[in-house]
């Protein structure tokens, strides 16, 4: 079994910066993704940023060179850095993991971003 703990959420005015945490623990195989997901409200769930163990990163367009994700392999956690928010971004953030044994999510953090 796998438990993701997501921390880092809040309010934040448009033009500022959070960075969200996930630490995994439980079983987790050397060989794992981890992104980030979110969803807003009246909206399905969407991919925000996925890294690969080996740092391969993939990132939707709207966060493109505004969020930055990263990961601490020792610690088995995974970052969000979020630069240059906007409105658009508020929405519930949900950490994924997905190894052999299975897709694992966190419980999510929220993030607003408002004036």
């Known amino acids: 079994q796998v438990q993701l703990l997501e921390s880092g959420g809040g309010l934040v005015q448009p033009g500022g910066s959070l960075r969200l945490s996930c630490a995994a623990s439980?079983?987790?195989?050397?060989?794992?993704?981890m992104g980030w997901y979110r969803q807003a409200p009246g909206k399905e769930r969407e991919l925000v940023a996925i890294?690969?163990?080996?740092?391969?990163?993939n990132y939707a367009d709207p966060v493109k060179g505004r969020f930055t994700i990263f990961r601490d392999n020792a610690k088995n956690t995974a970052y969000l850095q979020m630069n240059s928010l906007k409105p658009e971004d508020t929405a519930v953030y949900y950490c994924?993991?997905?190894?052999?044994?299975?897709?694992?999510w966190g419980q999510g953090t929220q993030v607003t971003v408002s004036a």
């Open positions: 994924n993991l997905n190894q052999f044994s299975g897709e694992y």
């Open positions: 439980g079983i987790i195989f050397n060989d794992n993704d």
């Open positions: 890294i690969r163990l080996g740092g391969r990163t």
